[in-house]
């Protein structure tokens, strides 16, 4: 394989490579590099120390009382207020197997305690995004977050590069294929609701996105002496349409911005933690929107999750759709697919910036 060769979503963009936080965090005393000092950390706004003391609770969406003909209305109703009031909601029984979030747990666990020459051998590659590394670095000056992430586009088939996809632990890419499998298959029959919700069929927004790319993030947050100072993840709003989060161990960290305070999130047992990305509120004109989120760390430690975001394919275009437009004003420019995601590529991650520069006034 060419250095320079655009495969997968290296179509879209690339990152720069910076040291592996885990590594620079296993032989830090003190002194946190200035690259990840945040001075804004400083005039933080929490509101309490959970959802409890906020008063506020995310609401929580029951996935089998969904597609059950006799609580689907009122279950449906819930997801609409959650997607239109909130962007964020936690759904319990899912369906999908305990055994199989068990195995990617573990294969992922296992993979962040390899030797760092061994993660390295699925590092991204110049001008790359997948493999292990971060996201949307442009510059060397550019702050970076406290964390590390290991990446792939899991679908459609046709764009999986499993030549970069670790061999070790040997069961990763097994396990990690049947975990996007499901969480597919789960936003898949979100997003039939969701449409239904925004006024459409059933099927438009699925038929939309059944198709889409996939794209799967393991995120490795390493203890920091000064957890304060840091951000594990910048604040931002996912580029994508649905996205399907697995907190892997207990530990807090999500914090979603929440009347102009950061709420943090407490996932329940067993529960995915789904948003609503910009693409949902472009398509819906900003019915629907996407909430800015960022992850905090501590000093004690290491924090896990896995995310997976489904999105449009290649070829669709990124704008309102008609039905749901009707006679109020346009907000969103539509734009194809391929140029909307080579500026989210081109980006950093910087709040709401990304969807500000689609709307028709910007």
């Known amino acids: 394989m060419e250095m320079g060769e655009q ?24 002194d946190i590099p200035n690259r990840y000092i945040r001075p804004e950390r400083a005039e933080d706004i929490v509101a309490g120390d959970g959802e409890e003391n906020s008063g506020e609770r995310i609401p929580v969406i029951d996935f089998g009382r969904l597609f059950d003909s006799e609580s689907s209305v009122e279950e449906a109703a819930k997801l609409h207020s959650a997607c239109k009031g ?12 305990e055994d199989v979030i068990n195995k990617v747990k573990q294969v992922v666990e296992d993979f962040f305690k390899l030797p760092l020459e061994e993660k390295e051998k699925v590092a991204q590659l110049p001008g790359q995004t997948e493999g292990y590394g971060q996201a949307f670095i442009h510059s060397k000056e550019q702050k970076l977050d406290w964390g590390d992430r290991l990446a792939y586009a ?16 040997p069961s990763f ?11 597919k298959r789960l936003s898949d029959e979100l997003l039939k609701m969701i449409s239904k919700n925004l006024g459409l069929g059933l ?39 649905l996205t399907v ?38 398509l819906s004109n900003g019915k629907y929107k996407s909430i800015e989120h960022r992850v905090v760390v501590n000093n004690k ?15 669709d275009v990124v704008g309102p759709i008609p039905e749901i437009v009707k006679g109020d004003k346009l907000i969103y420019k539509s734009v194809q697919f391929e140029e909307y995601f080579k500026m989210v590529y081109a980006s950093k991650v910087e709040g709401k910036s990304l969807l500000d520069r689609m709307k028709l006034d910007a």
């Open 245 to 282: 989060l697995l907190q892997m161990n207990e530990l807090q960290g999500l914090q979603i911005n929440r009347k102009g305070k950061w709420l943090p999130v407490k996932a329940l047992p067993g529960a995915f933690v789904i948003n609503v990305g910009d693409i949902i509120e472009i």
């Open 7 to 30: 495969i997968g979503l290296a179509r879209f963009g690339g990152s720069l490579k910076v040291e592996s936080v885990q590594a620079l965090a296993a032989k830090l005393s003190s």
């Open 203 to 241: 099927k438009e927004l699925y038929d939309m996105f059944k198709g889409g790319i996939q794209i799967v993030k393991c995120n490795y947050y390493p203890p920091c002496p000064n957890p304060d100072k840091v951000l594990g993840f910048s604040p931002h709003s996912d580029a994508t349409g």
């Open 86 to 97: 909130w962007g964020f909601f936690q759904l319990v029984n899912h369906g999908i197997p």
């Open 301 to 315: 430690k290491a924090r896990l999750s896995i995310a997976g975001f489904h999105t449009l394919n290649v070829g």
């Open 173 to 183: 890419r097994e396990t990690f294929d049947a975990y996007a499998i499901e969480i």
């Open 154 to 169: 899991t679908f459609p088939p046709n764009l999986k590069q499993l030549r970069l996809w670790p061999t070790n632990p």
